[in-house]
């Protein structure tokens, strides 16, 4: 059965960092692309950073680039997104979602994580 979990959301001041987990279980993420998602209430999905999967390809929407940092490790069969320097404008829910192909858009994506909650509030 091929499932995504993230981990690792909550609650926590402007300033502060929170590293978000998307583990794999029935299929191997070194084969495939890694995109993270987020949505916040009454707006549209939007991807945040993805990574190909050879990891030479990465890509960070401009409002998180400098803040935010993607990476696997393959020996685990997970991803991260490490996010620093929080803001409230960044709450929202965070998915993970693994495909074939590299891309950041969330159509081309086939596995999806049920996602984790990120409050950023003071």
């Known amino acids: 059965q091929v499932q995504l979990v993230e981990s690792g959301g909550g609650l926590v001041q402007p300033g502060g960092s929170l590293r978000l987990s998307c583990a794999a279980s029935g299929f191997t993420l070194d084969h495939y692309a890694i995109g993270w998602f987020r949505q916040a209430p009454g707006k549209e999905r939007e991807g945040v950073s993805c990574?190909?999967?050879?990891?030479?390809?990465?890509y960070y929407a401009d409002s998180v680039k400098g803040r935010f940092t993607i990476s696997r490790d393959n020996a685990k069969n997970t991803v991260y997104l490490q996010m620093n320097s929080l803001k409230p404008e960044d709450t929202a829910v965070y998915y993970c979602?693994?495909?074939?192909?590299?891309?950041?858009?969330?159509?081309?994506?086939?596995?999806w994580g049920q996602g984790t909650q990120v409050t950023v509030s003071s």
């Open positions: 990574i190909s999967s050879s990891d030479s390809i990465t």
């Open positions: 979602a693994a495909s074939i192909w590299y891309s950041c858009l969330d159509s081309e994506y086939d596995y």
